[in-house]
């Protein structure tokens, strides 16, 4: 087919693109984007039987109650569209959630949009509310979606670094990083892939640049529960001067481990919601309406239930580290979230795609190579990021199976 060199500009600005699509019916929107590595190490990790240590999403059961809850919804028959931002009950039940953990008060009729999971509800935020050329601030490494997200709505991706071994950010280099031009700054924490739980004084220093420059601080906050040692979640939205100018993503994926149920919502002030709402109700008219009403109960779940969540992923975690090590890998302790990154400098490879290819074809275990996180492929070549929500009987077959890598 023919190729098509044509410029692609939304008012004047291509998105930084660079690549011409490879024919005419492909849109310069997607020449440039890379298919998902995450997604396609799951079918790499299915089509060599390898256990899968890739993609973040649990293989163990979801809580009995949350899935009677689903079961006895489609019983009764709700089964057609929910109000298009989400079922009234289910915006109040996330009130009452937000009310309980964090004394937020939020307005379920002007500050919720409930969106197909939080893939959704992040790309809606940004086509409602960025435009053609503005600034968006992402940390490096960042969770592989929101390069191509900031492309999408046009946006202009700066890149600041977050530092190991704490994966904590350069202040100067941070403020260096906005302009008269930032729109929106993109924070996801508990951290996905570091598991970095930024602090406070982290938030504080953010928050003032926000204010400072008059821009929006939209958060990825999936891993609220998924918290180890003394962390503690502070949602951005609950800092002084913030209410009015975050923009908060979560989803019940992660919390109540339904990653395919995809129920996500975004919490914002009502004008941003307004338009938020727009642009989901022509994307995807709306979530699946039975799962949102079982979300009430899993989000009435009791506290046991949360601090359960956290304490068997800490014993997850500290396996998984333990396990890791011990073939000689190099890991960062986790804060939060569930993913291990490790520097793979002491194997002789020659980058973090071939050792995720040795992993996944050799040795049998799938992990996610460290380049999908970042911008310049290279500064991620050392690294490789492991999911530890697995079974204990998956992650001791991972761990037997990585015996083999273990040196002289
Ligand atoms: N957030 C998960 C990860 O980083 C899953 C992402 C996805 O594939 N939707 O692996």
């Given at each position: 087919m023919e190729s098509c060199p044509v410029a692609y500009t939304i008012d004047g600005y291509n998105g930084g693109m660079t690549s011409a699509p490879v024919?005419?019916?492909?849109s310069f929107r997607v020449a440039e984007f890379k298919e998902s590595v995450i997604r396609e190490m799951t079918r790499l990790a299915i089509q060599h039987g390898a256990v899968n240590l890739a993609q973040g999403f649990p293989d163990f059961p979801a809580p009995a109650e949350i899935k009677q809850a689903a079961q006895e919804a489609i019983a009764a028959d709700v089964n057609q569209y929910a109000i298009t931002w989400g079922s009234k009950p289910f915006r109040e039940a996330l009130r009452d959630y937000y009310r309980r953990f964090y004394q937020l008060d939020i307005d379920p009729e002007r500050e919720i949009t409930v969106c197909c999971g939080s893939t959704e509800g992040m790309i809606a935020s940004l086509l409602a509310l960025l435009n053609a050329g503005d600034e968006v601030v992402l940390f490096e490494?960042?969770?592989?979606n929101y390069w191509p997200d900031s492309q999408l709505s046009g946006a202009v991706p700066r890149f600041v670094r977050l530092n190991p071994p704490d994966w904590t950010f350069d202040r100067a280099e941070l403020r260096a990083a906005f302009s008269e031009r930032t729109r929106a700054v993109i924070l996801n924490t508990p951290n996905n892939p570091t598991g970095h739980v930024f602090s406070q004084e982290e938030l504080a220093f953010l928050g003032d640049l926000c204010q400072e420059f008059d821009c929006l601080l939209i958060t990825d906050e999936i891993y609220e529960h998924i918290l180890f040692d003394t962390q503690r979640h502070v949602p951005?939205?609950?800092?002084?001067?913030?209410r009015d100018r975050c923009v908060l993503v979560n989803s019940l994926s992660k919390t109540f481990s339904?990653?395919?149920?995809r129920v996500g919502w975004v919490i914002a002030p009502p004008a941003l919601t307004g338009s938020i709402r727009k642009v989901h109700d022509f994307l995807?008219?709306?979530?699946?309406a039975p799962l949102q009403q079982a979300g009430i109960t899993a989000l009435n779940l009791p506290d046991a239930y949360f601090r359960e969540l956290a304490t068997t992923y800490e014993e997850k975690r500290n396996e998984t580290v333990a396990m890791l090590e011990s073939v000689g890998l190099r890991t960062y302790l986790p804060k939060g979230a569930y993913y291990v990154m490790c520097d793979i400098s002491p194997f002789d490879f020659p980058s973090d795609v071939a050792f995720a290819k040795h992993l996944v074809e050799e040795i049998g275990v799938a992990a996610v190579p460290g380049s999908s996180f970042f911008r310049d492929l290279a500064d991620g070549a050392h690294l490789i990021r492991f999911c530890f929500a697995k079974r204990k009987e998956t992650l001791d077959a991972a761990g037997e199976r990585l015996q083999k890598l273990r040196r002289g």
């Amino acid at each position: 087919m023919e190729s098509c060199p044509v410029a692609y500009t939304i008012d004047g600005y291509n998105g930084g693109m660079t690549s011409a699509p490879v024919n005419r019916f492909q849109s310069f929107r997607v020449a440039e984007f890379k298919e998902s590595v995450i997604r396609e190490m799951t079918r790499l990790a299915i089509q060599h039987g390898a256990v899968n240590l890739a993609q973040g999403f649990p293989d163990f059961p979801a809580p009995a109650e949350i899935k009677q809850a689903a079961q006895e919804a489609i019983a009764a028959d709700v089964n057609q569209y929910a109000i298009t931002w989400g079922s009234k009950p289910f915006r109040e039940a996330l009130r009452d959630y937000y009310r309980r953990f964090y004394q937020l008060d939020i307005d379920p009729e002007r500050e919720i949009t409930v969106c197909c999971g939080s893939t959704e509800g992040m790309i809606a935020s940004l086509l409602a509310l960025l435009n053609a050329g503005d600034e968006v601030v992402l940390f490096e490494p960042f969770y592989e979606n929101y390069w191509p997200d900031s492309q999408l709505s046009g946006a202009v991706p700066r890149f600041v670094r977050l530092n190991p071994p704490d994966w904590t950010f350069d202040r100067a280099e941070l403020r260096a990083a906005f302009s008269e031009r930032t729109r929106a700054v993109i924070l996801n924490t508990p951290n996905n892939p570091t598991g970095h739980v930024f602090s406070q004084e982290e938030l504080a220093f953010l928050g003032d640049l926000c204010q400072e420059f008059d821009c929006l601080l939209i958060t990825d906050e999936i891993y609220e529960h998924i918290l180890f040692d003394t962390q503690r979640h502070v949602p951005p939205i609950t800092l002084p001067g913030l209410r009015d100018r975050c923009v908060l993503v979560n989803s019940l994926s992660k919390t109540f481990s339904v990653t395919g149920w995809r129920v996500g919502w975004v919490i914002a002030p009502p004008a941003l919601t307004g338009s938020i709402r727009k642009v989901h109700d022509f994307l995807t008219v709306g979530a699946a309406a039975p799962l949102q009403q079982a979300g009430i109960t899993a989000l009435n779940l009791p506290d046991a239930y949360f601090r359960e969540l956290a304490t068997t992923y800490e014993e997850k975690r500290n396996e998984t580290v333990a396990m890791l090590e011990s073939v000689g890998l190099r890991t960062y302790l986790p804060k939060g979230a569930y993913y291990v990154m490790c520097d793979i400098s002491p194997f002789d490879f020659p980058s973090d795609v071939a050792f995720a290819k040795h992993l996944v074809e050799e040795i049998g275990v799938a992990a996610v190579p460290g380049s999908s996180f970042f911008r310049d492929l290279a500064d991620g070549a050392h690294l490789i990021r492991f999911c530890f929500a697995k079974r204990k009987e998956t992650l001791d077959a991972a761990g037997e199976r990585l015996q083999k890598l273990r040196r002289g």
